[in-house]
């Protein structure tokens, strides 16, 4: 259950699972609180950090990108979505479904934003919004299809 965590880990820390219609998951461990929606890298050994742009380089280091579906306190574990249809994920300001802009990671941390608004080497990759989120909706969660979250590094 991707919108549950626990204080005592259930499973092992960094297994993957196949969910339903072919989402796939990480068993992680958080290491700050993270709200639904809110994207996080998880390392090989399945801690999860709440995604920065200081950190957008770590894919290099074996991180992969998650989205949370329910909150994580932190040091609690649970399972984050790697992959998937009709995933949250957490948005700051217009975001329209289906943008042929792109979407990169907002200032604020674990947040996505229009591709325009998102800083050099902060576009973000292999994640579609399929709901808009309101005009000037400040952090909102809305659903996307994640394929293979990364980042684009620009020179």
């Known amino acids: 259950d991707g919108s549950s965590s626990n204080a005592t880990a259930l499973f092992a820390l960094g297994s993957v699972a196949t ?4 989402s796939r998951w990480e068993y992680g461990q958080a290491t700050a609180t993270f709200v639904t929606g809110e994207l996080v890298l998880l390392n090989p050994a399945g801690t999860a950090k709440t995604l920065i742009s200081s950190l957008m380089t770590a894919n290099a280091d074996g991180y992969d990108i998650a989205a949370c579906q329910g909150q994580i306190n932190q040091g ?28 990169g990671l907002g ?30 909706s400040g952090q909102v969660v809305t659903q996307a299809t994640l394929t293979w ?7």
């Not at 790697?82 to 289906?98: E, F, H, N, P």
């Not at 979250?149 to 020179?155: A, D, G, K, L, S």
């Open 19 to 22: 969910g339903t219609g072919g």
């Open 107 to 136: 200032a604020n941390s674990g947040r996505l934003v229009v591709g325009a608004l998102a800083g050099v080497g902060e576009t973000m990759f292999g994640i579609f919004l399929t709901s808009s989120t309101p005009t000037d």
């Open 76 to 103: 609690e574990h649970a399972w984050v979505a790697k992959q998937g249809r009709g995933l949250y994920v957490l948005c700051t300001g217009t975001i329209t479904a289906g943008n042929n802009t792109g979407v």
């Open 149 to 155: 979250p990364r980042h684009v590094r620009e020179q």
